[in-house]
């Protein structure tokens, strides 16, 4: 069986911390491509972050220098650390993967995270 499961949201004030965790499973990890998007009420799904090739990685403008992604292919994780949260960051965060030659991608539950002002 083939799933994501997001955890690690909860409630923080502003200029907080939280450590998000996507735990895959049933993939071929270490050859897909994997991130976290975001929905911020009322707007559509947007990119957050995502590994590219080496250690490269993609950043969305508002997350850069306050987030950071990182995967673990022994472990077929993917983690997302936030610091200095802002309220605008309040969304539900989705891991994402997309399996190797494959458009369509698989999505975990989401996990919501609310920043206090």
């Known amino acids: 069986q083939v799933q994501l499961v997001e955890s690690g949201g909860g409630l923080v004030q502003a200029g907080g911390s939280l450590r998000l965790s996507c735990i895959a499973s049933g993939f071929n990890f270490d050859i897909s491509t994997v991130g976290w998007d975001r929905q911020v009420p009322g707007e559509q799904l947007e990119l957050v972050a995502t590994?590219?090739?080496?250690?490269?990685?993609n950043y969305a403008p508002f997350a850069k220098g306050r987030f950071t992604i990182s995967r673990d292919n022994d472990k077929a994780t993917l983690d997302l650390q936030r610091n200095d949260l802002k309220p605008d960051d309040t969304a539900v965060y989705y891991c994402?993967?997309?399996?190797?030659?494959?458009?369509?991608?698989?999505w975990g539950q989401g996990t919501q995270v609310t920043v206090s002002s």
């Open positions: 590994p590219t090739a080496g250690d490269l990685r």
């Open positions: 994402y993967l997309y399996q190797r030659w494959s458009y369509d991608p698989y």
